[in-house]
């Protein structure tokens, strides 16, 4: 069974501050990671993807990928009360030939306090 | 507008009954998905298509059925089957099967069984 792990929180961090969120996953053969942020009731939006190892930035968001430690980890910074919402880790694997499907962890609550 | 709507946003069923949940987008999209999303978990694949009329069972397909008869459109039945339908349903699509990078959600359905 391939598995996403996230620590499901809620992690509470002051307004300003980094937010750190991390995942592991089980299938090294992973080759692609997703962050999403999904607000109470509402769908799952992409925020960020990496591929290689190292770090990803995209405005106040990184992404870093451990592929050795099958660890991949979401830094947020100058959290904003906007930020508080659920943020899934997602892995995509392959199950032969071109198909290929998403493994979602079961996200970490995060909530900005001003 | 291009995106996925799906109707309707929410759904009541009586135990025993079969519903019909819409997908439909206008992103001219060759692959779509089914997710079911419960409390404190993270979204499980039913079902997906590659292209119009192919589709194939994802990791909790008992109790469900779909098809795939036009391109925008990727409708699921919660058939008397599906012993715990209550969840949060969310239909995405992706320009091809591979493409999870760009894989689009739309605003999602609640069905809640009564």
């Known amino acids: 069974q391939k598995e996403v792990e996230q620590n499901s929180g809620p992690l509470s961090v002051p307004e300003g501050a980094i937010a750190s969120l991390n995942c592991t996953y089980s299938?090294?053969?992973?080759?692609?990671f997703f962050w999403y942020r999904q607000y109470s009731g509402k769908s799952p939006e992409l925020i960020m993807f990496i591929y290689s190892n190292g770090d990803k930035e995209d405005g106040r968001f990184t992404a870093q990928l451990n592929k050795a430690s099958q660890y991949v980890s979401l830094l947020i910074r100058d959290s904003q009360p906007s930020d508080s919402a659920t943020y899934l880790c997602?892995?995509?694997?392959?199950?032969?030939?071109?198909?290929?499907?998403?493994?979602f962890g079961t996200g970490t609550l995060l909530a900005v306090q001003p | 507008d291009g995106g996925i709507t799906q109707s309707p946003k929410y759904l009541f069923r009586k135990e025993g009954q079969n519903v019909t949940l819409s997908c439909e987008q206008n992103?001219?999209?060759?692959?779509m998905y089914w997710y079911r999303q419960d409390p404190g978990q993270g979204l499980r694949l039913i079902y997906y298509s590659q292209i119009v009329n192919d589709f194939q069972k994802g990791d909790i397909a008992e109790g469900y059925s779909v098809s795939r008869e036009k391109k925008e459109s990727f409708p699921l039945t919660v058939t008397s089957a599906q012993k715990n339908p209550t969840a949060f349903y969310l239909c995405?699509?992706?320009?091809?099967?591979?493409?999870?990078?760009?894989?689009?959600f739309g605003p999602g359905t609640r069905l809640t069984v009564l």
């Open positions: 992103l001219n999209h060759d692959a």
């Open positions: 997602a892995v995509k694997v392959s199950y032969g030939g071109a198909t290929n499907k998403l493994i």
């Open positions: 995405a699509s992706s320009i091809r099967q591979g493409a999870l990078n760009e894989q689009f």
């Open positions: 299938d090294r053969g992973s080759q692609s």
